[in-house]
């Protein structure tokens, strides 16, 4: 049941590279610092698990910004092919440093968002891993504020999750589409 929450979760975030695998979560190195405001704004989503059942979105965004009580209001959006058309998601973070928990709707569960690593003007990289019963599931985005970073940037945010969390196999990363077919939302939010 758990189990179906969070990847009903992970759907609606729609920005997800997922697996489950034995063992329970490490608890790895996050950004030392970490300034929320300068986190805030459009990234566009780099990578997602191959494995991941949630292929149906193309061109994801994560828009950040300060809500007035100080949480971060998370406004997430993919362009579907089917239909044509910019799908959303609105959730709110709570965040303490780096180490955040983020829910979508009021019956959803809050999901771990730990921020490992932004340089804030060109990557991140952002890691979540919940203890279940027996196992664990992890998930990894890569954002960058460009719609397709320079190599050097992608490059970076591997070499932390390597480095930190270096039980997490990337053979399965699917590079996002975000090419000339991608539409954009561009309204207020
Ligand atoms: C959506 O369309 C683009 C452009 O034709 C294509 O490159 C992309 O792979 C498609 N995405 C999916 C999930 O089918
Ligand atoms: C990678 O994908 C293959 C084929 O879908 C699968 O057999 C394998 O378990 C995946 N590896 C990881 C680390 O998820
Ligand atoms: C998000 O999608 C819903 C449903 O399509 C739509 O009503 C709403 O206006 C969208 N939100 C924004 C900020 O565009």
Same mark, same amino acid.
């Given at each position: 049941m758990q189990k179906t929450l969070i990847l009903a979760i992970a759907a609606l975030i729609g920005t997800v590279s997922s697996r489950y695998s034995t063992g329970q979560c490490t608890t790895p190195a996050l950004q !030392? =610092? *970490?300034? =929320?405001?300068? %986190?805030? @704004?459009?990234?566009? &989503? +780099?990578?997602? !698990? #191959?494995?991941?059942? *949630?292929? $149906? @979105? $193309?061109?994801? &965004?994560? #828009? %950040?910004?300060?809500? =007035? !009580? @100080?949480?971060?209001? +998370?406004? $997430?959006t993919q362009f579907s092919n089917e239909t044509q058309s910019i799908e959303n998601a609105t959730g709110t973070a709570w965040c303490n440093g780096p180490q955040c928990s983020v829910k979508f709707f009021w019956f959803s569960p809050s999901a771990e968002y730990r921020v490992m690593y932004p340089d804030y003007e060109n990557i991140a990289l952002v890691y979540a891993c919940n203890d279940l019963f027996l196992a664990k599931a992890d998930f990894v985005w890569i954002l960058s504020r460009e719609q397709n970073p320079a190599q050097e940037y992608v490059d970076k945010a591997l070499s932390i999750l390597a480095e930190r969390v270096p039980e997490f196999t990337t053979d399965n990363l699917s590079w996002t589409y975000q090419g000339g077919a991608c539409q954009y939302f561009s309204g207020p939010w």
């Open positions: !030392d =610092a *970490f300034d =929320a405001t300068k %986190y805030t @704004g459009a990234w566009f &989503q +780099v990578a997602k !698990d #191959r494995a991941s059942p *949630f292929e $149906n @979105g $193309n061109c994801e &965004q994560a #828009r %950040y910004s300060i809500n =007035a !009580d @100080g949480t971060l209001k +998370v406004f $997430n």
